[in-house]
């Protein structure tokens, strides 16, 4: 599903991603770790095109996303294809819950309103919150707005979600809620790739945890090889400070 050589990405002299290699493999769930700045959310958005990378090759479900200054072809369909989850939520406030899920099916995929209308309440009941649909999302808590959020990308129906600490800004009664959502979603075989300092969820659900340490990945294995046994000083130092 994610097929990444060799990707470098810098922000004008900052060298911030460092020869990445790494594969994702359809039903696949990679969670990625790493501290603060090393380069997680910049490699997440690299992914679904939201940052372009400088040298390398990136391929998504088959199609390859060039480089800075390659065409671009390739992009709006890995938009289509790719789910992306944020930290904050990013719901459009002027718009119910039900507008909020309806607008890209319609608007990207020519969907009927009827259609996307039936689709968001579906979605809604998925992820636990079906009766919610005509609410505006600050009548929402921030548990709810994010499971909102995971519906709207869902509504795309995409090949890959990615999710970038989609827990980080939930008070902490909410963050299992919208875990509870992710891992019934990787249940049902959806292709993940999850940035979390949710270490538990990572050993629970993960099927690879990868390590970034300043840009580089420096250890990546099953969860239990990584959390118990990490070959890296540098991944143990970490695990060290965060478990
Ligand atoms: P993480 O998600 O692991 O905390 P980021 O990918 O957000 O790390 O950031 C990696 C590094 O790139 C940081 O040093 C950050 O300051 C820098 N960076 C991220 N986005 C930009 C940007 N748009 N412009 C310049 N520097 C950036
Ligand atoms: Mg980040």
Known sequence: MVEIKQLNKSFGEHHVLKDIDLQVKTGEV?????????????????????????T??????????????????ALNTIRKE???VFQQFNLFPH??????IMLAPM??????????????????????????????????SGGQQQRVAIARALAMEPRLMLFDEPTSALDPEMVGEVLDVMRELAREG???????????FAREVADRV??????????????DQVFDTP??????AFLSRVL
Do not use: F, W
């Open 30 to 54: 990679v969670v990625i770790i790493g501290a603060s700045g090393s380069g997680k959310s910049t490699l997440i958005r690299c992914i679904n095109g939201l940052e372009e990378y400088n």
């Open 56 to 73: 390398g090759t990136l391929v998504v479900d088959g199609h390859g996303l060039e480089p800075h200054g390659g065409s671009q072809k």
């Open 82 to 84: 790719v789910g992306m």
């Open 95 to 100: 718009l119910s819950v039900r507008r909020n």
């Open 107 to 140: 608007k990207v995929k020519g969907m009927s309103q009827a259609q996307a209308s039936d689709s968001a309440e579906r979605l809604l009941e998925r992820v636990g919150i079906g009766n919610q649909a005509d609410k505006y999302p600050n009548q929402l």
């Open 190 to 200: 959806m292709t993940m790739m999850v940035v979390t300092h949710e270490m538990g």
């Open 210 to 223: 990868i390590y970034i340490h300043e840009g580089r990945i420096v250890e990546e294995g099953a969860p």
């Open 231 to 236: 070959q890296n000083e540098r991944t143990q």
